[in-house]
């Protein structure tokens, strides 16, 4: 049977400690041979030792980085997620702004800016390729005493209301804005103002029709338009002028009608 390794080591110790075997010739080399090899063995614990020391410190520090790493990590994935969120809020907030600058707060219709931006790009475009256009110019007839009777908020719902028939009215290649206070300009490309003529009398009509609904009362409103064609050698604040003074005349000829610039001399059709 094989002797196993603690079994031999206790019986050399044993041997070594007999008395009677101090004699032989081989006690010493024996003795030796185990000395040497005691040492030997406290060497290998020894070293054993310091390398499981060092395995587990290498183990600690792989753990400690790792733990390091991942904070790291959750860290960034935070200021990932702000930074997500701010550019967010941020891009929320320019449509805002862009919004603010191009509409009218009141009507949610497009601003004098966005009217002129768009008139100044028609005209490019007649400049380059005769596309004709034109522009209508509303005005509410007799609006003072609207807020007069019935007060400022009662006024501000009627523009609202005006707001969103003039815009059901017209075409979305169209484009209708509020130019200031009860003055509305409607933008007609590919239009001339034979076309224009009929599509603003349409308007006219539907805005005759409106009731804006006081309590028990229906407040009718009516409005008075100018219509001008781009013409060759003109600007787009030519344009803007001549359908200013065609709405004026339309005003002088009694309101609730439209007048037509037919070159710069207005003519008023009922
Ligand atoms: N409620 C309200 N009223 C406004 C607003 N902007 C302008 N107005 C009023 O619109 C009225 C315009 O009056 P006028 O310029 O005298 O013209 P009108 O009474 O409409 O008479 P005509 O244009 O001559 O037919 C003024 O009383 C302004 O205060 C607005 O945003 N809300």
Redesign the pocket.
Known sequence: MKESKGDLETQISQLLEQTAYQDSPLYAPLRELWTAHQDLARRIDRISHISDGYQSMARQREQSLTERLNKQLRQLEKVARISDRYQNMMRDLNEALREASTHDA?TGLGNRRLLVDRLKKEAERYIRYQRPFSLAML???????I??RYG??V??G??VELARVLDAEIRDSDLCGRW???EFLILLPETGSDEATLVMERVRTAVERLGIRVQDELVGMTV?IGIAQHGKNSSYSDTISQADHALLEA?RGG?NRLSTATNNAPAVSE
């Open positions: 009141l005005d509410v007839d007799h609006f003072k005493s807020n007069d400022h908020e006024g501000d009627a523009l200031g206070g009860e008075s005003k309101r």
